[in-house]
């Protein structure tokens, strides 16, 4: 079973940065889709910016501009830059991959990271 472990959270002020890191415990080339979520508290978890195998990314549009998804296929580690943060970035943030196992596509998640972004 895969294994995803993030790190890099923590406190910023708006409009500083932070980056998040995922270590995979496999090649990241494994995976159809990797990505990050977050779920802020009262609120559902939502996607955040994905890419995929082939290296296309999207993102949602609250991070546009702001954030950058990237991976480093050598050290199976994916990434989260986030730019110019605001208060309503605060969230726990997961890393989440999708492998096929097979036939089925199987998701597995990380154990998630806080972000607090203070005004």
């Known amino acids: 079973q895969v294994q995803l472990v993030e790190s890099g959270g923590g406190l910023v002020q708006s409009g500083g940065s932070l980056r998040l890191s995922c270590a995979a415990s496999k090649s990241v080339l494994d995976f159809v889709l990797m990505g990050w979520y977050r779920q802020a508290p009262g609120k559902q978890r939502e996607a955040v910016a994905v890419i995929t195998h082939g290296g296309n990314t999207n993102y949602a549009d609250s991070v546009k501009g702001r954030f950058t998804v990237s991976r480093d296929n050598a050290e199976n580690i994916l990434y989260l830059q986030m730019n110019s943060l605001r208060p309503e970035d605060t969230a726990v943030y997961y890393c989440?991959?999708?492998?096929?196992?097979?036939?089925?596509?199987?998701?597995?998640w990380g154990q998630g990271t806080q972000v607090t972004v203070s005004s």
């Open positions: 989440y991959a999708e492998e096929f196992v097979d036939t089925d596509l199987v998701s597995a």
